[in-house]
């Protein structure tokens, strides 16, 4: 099976050597595993990184990652398409995991899986979240989100479909709303959890909450398009939505208690929160205690600032005029 792996790369010049020098023990460059290296109007030596290690190095004009994945794919040639972010470093064995699912000729996409080895205590959390998604992936019956950190597309399919919506600025929603896209015309995916990467993680608490403000804001994009997953999709735990809606509503309590209104509502819905926290802070306490006292106040962090996220971009939708569809 040829394979084109495809990295969109802006300023990634201190973080691409180890995604390189990982690709590289796993034979990448070579007949057949084809490395891209999309330079997105980078002002350091993303682009002499990339050609240093036999990468094709191609120009994109800073448009933000999906134009940049997008412009790799057509310039790429083989069966398969492996998309992959600047600051990560596979794993042995992650390129064999990743493509072994296409031994099913129905499956048209495959999700792989991040692994850290930071030790700060955000990007443990961060690690935290994504075990219990991905243990939700792994007893899900029906797949239907892929996004690119490490994910491999059929690339006929990808390019039937139009590739990613370069509406979307930045590292936002556009591989969510691709497989939505493609879930909703029948396609099947599967999740490789031994497909695993080393990823960098957000390891400040500003950067992490950003991060999260910043997906609900385009989320709303997303379920706008695709309103029939606002019940859920395979990844995301069910008990996400009642957190934003809690942590949202928590504070208004609060005032409501300053100028003398009851307070047995804040009391209920701080209660009710906890309650949504207990997944995550069981799964602390079998694989990292440590981060047990950490599990509620910093799912109440992350929960307020996707509501706020979602709360902006839902007030944007509204004033603006609709943006364009994905293309078909």
């Not at 094709?56 to 004009?61: I, N, P, S, Y």
């Not at 997008?70 to 794993?91: I, K, R």
């Not at 209920?268 to 309650?275: D, E, I, K, P």
């Amino acid at each position: 099976m040829r394979v084109a792996i495809v990295i969109p790369a802006r300023n990634a010049a201190r973080s691409l050597p180890a995604c390189l020098a990982a690709l590289r023990q796993a034979g990448v460059p070579s007949p057949g595993r084809a490395l891209i290296v999309v330079d997105d109007a980078s002002a350091d030596e993303t682009a002499n990184v990339a050609n240093a290690a036999g990468a094709t190095v191609l120009r994109a004009e800073g448009r933000g990652p999906a134009a940049a994945r997008n412009l790799g794919a057509q310039h790429a040639s083989g069966e398969v398409l492996v998309f992959l972010d600047a600051d990560t470093a596979p794993e042995p064995g992650w390129l064999d995991a990743l493509l072994a699912p296409f031994s099913d000729p129905s499956i048209v996409a495959v999700k792989g899986r991040y692994i850290t080895r930071q030790r700060g205590l955000v990007a443990r959390f961060s690690q935290l979240e994504f075990e219990e998604k991905y243990a939700r992936l792994e007893r899900a019956q029906h797949v239907d989100f892929v996004d690119t950190g490490t994910a491999a597309y059929r690339r006929d399919v990808f390019l039937q479909a139009g590739g990613f919506d370069e509406s979307f600025p930045a590292q936002s929603a556009e591989d969510v709303e691709l497989a939505f896209r493609l879930a909703e015309k029948g396609a099947k995916f599967a999740f490789s959890p031994t497909a695993r990467v080393c990823h960098v993680h957000a390891d400040s608490l500003v950067s992490y909450l950003h991060k999260k403000a910043r997906y609900g804001y385009f989320r709303v994009t997303v379920y706008r398009r695709h309103p029939t997953k606002l019940k859920g999709d395979s990844y995301t735990p069910p008990w996400m939505g009642l957190q934003i809606v809690l942590a949202g509503a928590l504070p208004l309590a609060l005032v409501a208690r300053t100028v003398g209104l009851p307070g047995r509502l804040s009391a209920l819905l701080a209660v009710g929160f906890t309650a949504t926290s207990l997944p995550l802070a069981r799964r602390a306490w079998t694989t990292d205690r440590a981060l047990l006292p950490w599990v509620l106040p910093l799912s109440y962090l992350r929960a307020f600032a996707q509501g706020c996220g979602l709360a902006l971009g839902l007030a944007t939708s509204l004033l603006r005029t609709p943006g364009r569809r994905p293309r078909e």
